[in-house]
């Protein structure tokens, strides 16, 4: 038999070595998805939170103005003032001639005239005045008795005879009983300024009379307050028919925004609030709820919503919490400012 060995020898055993793997390059599609959908998130986010938890309106910077009318016509003889100027109490404006005097030879018969239609107009007024002054009085006595009945409804509430809707039900018959009773008091002061005027005109005539209709009645006007004089609306030697407005005097120490707050919003008018305030030039600032008026009020065009039914809100004035602020409030006059306020505060 044949004898064989084994190679005892040292094996040697080969490797291969792998390649090297490369690397996956940035997916820049992908980082820029993501990014962009975090973006989207973020921004959804924020306008939820906005949605939800804060309540953005409608405001304008406004100031006090008195407006220049007369309840009779007139010509302006000369105008003191320009638009823009800075004036003081006790200065004097312009100078005007009623119009009833403007020729020198006015005619003794038209005089005798328009005295007799002033007359008549007095009579009309008080006849109007007496018939206001019962109305308040009726209001009145109905507003005593509301209170009762407002009372008695208070103490039924709180022995559970009644529900607390029955309570809010009469204290807004109260309050529409109350606003009533205000803009009667409001037409009955307009009624006595209106026959106070008349009476001094019929003076005037009478005294024109006396001289057979040769007086001629120019007279100066004399600015009532401090102010800046804003819009004149007319010029020398024109007509300012009566009730036409001839200028405003606007007082700018008396600025202040103007809210519009939607009546479902109503809960969270209350004076005092602190509210943000965000200008046309993108700056912020704070500001406070001074007061708010009961009744309702049309949105201006500005804020109103084209095509829809003209919407009633809750006016709301709004003043700085610094009164350093004011002075930069002046340069918005009349621009629209944003308001914003915790809707959980």
Partial sequence: MEQFSFNQGNATIRTLKEPPKKKNKLNTDRVLFLALLFIVGLYGAFKLYKGIAI???DGMVTMEKLEVHFTDDIRINSMYVEEGATIQKGDTLFRYLNQYFENDGASYSNIVSNKERINREILGLT????????ERQILQNRLAEEQKELEKTRELVALAALTKGSFDD???????????????????RFLIRHIDQLTRL????SISASFGGNSVQKRLYIAPTDGIIGRIAVNE??????????MAIHQPEKVRIQAYFTQEESDKVEVGR???????????QKGIID??????????PEFQKKYEP???SILADIVPVNKEDLEGWKQFYKMSVKVSLGRFN
């Fill in 55 to 57: 309540i953005e309106i």
């Fill in 127 to 134: 006849r109007q005045l007496n018939e206001k002054r019962t």
């Fill in 170 to 188: 009469q204290q807004r018959i109260m309050v529409n009983t109350q606003d009533d009773l205000d803009l009667v008091k409001e037409e009955i």
């Fill in 202 to 205: 019929k003076r005037e005539y």
């Fill in 237 to 246: 030697n024109e007509v300012c028919y009566e009730g036409d407005q001839v």
């Fill in 274 to 284: 602190i509210v943000t305030l965000e200008f046309p030039d993108g700056t912020k």
């Fill in 291 to 300: 007061k708010f008026y009961v009744s309702t009020y049309e949105l201006p």
């Fill in 310 to 312: 003209t919407e009633r």
